[in-house]
């Protein structure tokens, strides 16, 4: 799966709390993200088995049961990396021309 | 809420359409998702006054169709599709209509048919420009110049980690025979550290973590950070995974230093 700014919104707000069960609607919240944005990242990330999704048990005062999703192991791990890549992309500068000899750095 | 029950029957219309572009064996369980969040975000504590929850909600339920639309695998994407396509076409209707040039059935006809070898051209257009024509526009290129980044950082990495492996494998015998295992990979074309520099100082770092320090005095994690080498124009160490593996010796000679 590539990397793009939703999925990354989605991953980050994932990690915030891994352990925590999501709903869809908060997940856009956090995210940032439109619906019809959001289900199908959703949708994908849980066929690529980095995400679970389970039914709220249901309650006494007749609400619908909800359905929240969470990372997998695999996917918190993946989702780190991938984070963490996207945050080493940036640019960085070690070297220019003219600059002592490491040999005098003493 | 006032009128709460009758917002969410509209809003389930609208997923209800949304579900019929999706595979049937998906369709019923993605209803009942979505149906149990629109009570939910009509009861939002956080979003103020209930009209502006009414429109979120409403906004959530009718993007679910964007979203099934341009599912792969859902049933419809030909007329999403056309569904975006379409609003030119209704303009330029209108647009005739008011001007007066289409007179006739025929005339009609011909500005169909233009309007649609237009729309053709333009999407060629689009298609040629973003296969071929990637380094024209500004923030595209910036967007490319960014993945490209990315992508380098990522084998940076990838070869960074070799490196540090070939030299971990071979690190006695090669401090014995006094060659680097595990070279950097050099650059043919455009600049790259001066090869002799780097060699040098990652054979001091090594001297230094192998607890002799003979080619020069010790190297701390501190010098890491602070070296510079000189550029070659040709030929030189690729820098980026010169950095990778620099950053590791540091972090190294950092937790060495503590051991001490």
């Given at each position: 799966m590539r990397m793009t700014a939703p999925l990354e919104r989605v991953l980050r707000a994932f990690l915030a709390d891994p352990v925590d069960p999501r709903y869809g609607y908060d997940l856009m919240k956090a995210a940032g993200l439109k619906s019809g944005t959001l289900y199908p990242l959703l949708s994908r990330l849980e066929d690529e088995k980095l995400v679970t999704s389970a039914w709220e048990t249901p309650q006494q005062d007749g609400q619908r049961p909800r359905k929240y999703y969470r990372l997998t192991a695999k996917g918190a791990e993946v989702a780190r990396l991938e984070l963490a890549q996207v945050s080493a992309g940036r640019p960085r500068s070690r070297a220019h021309p003219a600059r002592p000899l490491p040999g005098s750095l003493g | 809420m006032r009128g709460e029950r009758r917002l969410l029957r509209v809003g389930e219309y609208l997923i209800g359409r949304a579900c019929r572009h999706l595979p049937a064996e998906a369709r019923d369980e993605r209803y009942r998702e979505w149906a149990a969040e629109l009570p939910a975000i009509l009861a939002d504590?956080?979003?103020?006054p209930a009209a502006r929850r009414a429109a979120r909600m409403l906004r959530y339920a009718s993007g679910t169709i964007r979203g099934t639309a341009l599912t792969p695998g859902s049933a419809r994407r030909v007329l999403a599709h056309a569904a975006r396509a379409a609003p030119p076409f209704i303009v330029l209707g209108v647009v005739d209509y008011l001007l007066g040039w289409a007179k006739t059935p025929q005339d009609w006809i011909y500005l169909g048919i233009g309007a649609l070898l237009g729309r053709l051209a333009i999407s060629g257009c689009r298609l040629a420009y973003r296969r071929?024509?990637?380094?024209?526009g500004k923030g595209m290129t910036a967007a490319i110049e960014a993945r490209a980044r990315t992508r380098a950082q990522a084998r940076a990495r990838a070869r960074a980690a070799g490196i540090l492996q070939a030299r971990a494998l071979a690190g006695s015998v090669n401090a014995a025979v006094g060659h680097a295992a595990g070279s950097f990979p050099r650059r043919k074309l455009g600049p790259g550290y001066r090869a002799a520099e780097v060699d040098e100082f990652i054979a001091r770092i090594e001297a230094t973590l192998s607890g002799n320090?003979?080619?020069?005095p010790a190297i701390t994690a501190a010098d890491v950070q602070a070296v510079t080498f000189n550029v070659t124009?040709?030929?030189?160490?690729e820098e980026r995974t010169v950095d990778e593996v620099l950053d590791h010796y540091a972090r190294e000679l950092d937790q060495a230093s503590w051991r001490l």
């Open positions: - | 504590p956080d979003v103020r071929w024509g990637k380094g024209l320090a003979r080619p020069g124009r040709h030929g030189g160490y």
